[in-house]
């Protein structure tokens, strides 16, 4: 099984900080990591995907970076919107495309 | 703009088996991945399978032996079915397309089934 090690589990920042989540994965994934937003009640939204690629209709704020095992995800100029918690999920091994633990976004 | 909706009971007795449906409009689903995804109230989330192609399937090992899907194609609908639940299976229950296998780019709004007698 491919674990996904996400940290921190929660942070807390200031409109207009920069942002940074890890993902790290348990064996090589190559590129093959994504990046959801997930508002509270709602359904995760897809934001980067193959680990850099910007979704389509995705501000430019967001972005993702990385390769093999460790990986990493960023917010700049932090927006009241961004409030969400954030997972990493890897499809190298589908069947088992595994996501990580969350990382609860809040704003200070 | 593709849209996915599921539907089916919110409320299902331990034992029995949890059915339910994800209508999609705005594209077809003999084109791309149909997946199936939960989450536990207040935790992450955990893949379940995914069916293309109309036939073919994948599950996540660790319910494989449970989980069912299956499509429609007639009513542009799949389907997921998990026996033999308990109260473990309790969760949001989302349904999604995915490109390339792995990358869900399109979600349902997502459906609480909660296993109680």
């Known amino acids: 099984d491919i674990q996904m090690t996400q940290s921190p589990s929660s942070l807390s920042a200031s409109v207009g900080d920069r942002v940074t989540i890890t993902c790290q994965a348990s064996?090589?994934?190559?590129?093959?990591l994504n990046w959801y937003q997930q508002r509270p009640g709602k359904a995760p939204k897809l934001l980067i995907y193959?680990?850099?690629n910007l979704e389509t209709g995705v501000p430019s704020r967001f972005s993702g970076s990385g390769s093999g095992t460790d990986f990493t995800f960023h917010i700049t100029n932090l927006q009241p919107e961004d409030v969400a918690t954030y997972y990493c999920?890897?499809?190298?091994?589908?069947?088992?495309?595994?996501f990580g633990g969350g990382t609860k976004v809040e704003i200070k | 703009q593709v849209q996915l909706q599921e539907s089916g009971p919110g409320l299902v007795s331990p034992s029995e088996t949890l059915s339910l449906t994800c209508t999609v409009s705005g594209g077809s689903i003999n084109n791309y991945y149909w997946s199936w995804i939960r989450q536990p109230p207040g935790k992450g989330l955990e893949w379940i399978g995914y069916?293309?192609?109309?036939?073919?399937?994948s599950y996540s090992p660790s319910l494989k032996s449970r989980v069912t899907i299956s499509a429609d194609t007639s009513e542009n609908q799949f389907s997921l079915k998990l026996i033999s639940v308990t109260p473990a299976d309790t969760a949001f229950y989302f349904c999604?397309?995915?490109?390339?296998?792995?990358?869900?780019?399109?979600w349902g709004q997502g459906t609480l089934v909660t296993v109680s007698s």
């Open positions: 069916i293309y192609y109309r036939v073919h399937t």
């Open positions: 999920q890897q499809y190298d091994n589908v069947p088992q495309a595994t």
């Open positions: 999604a397309r995915a490109r390339g296998g792995g990358i869900q780019d399109h």
């Open positions: 193959d680990a850099s």
């Open positions: 064996q090589d994934i190559g590129n093959y």
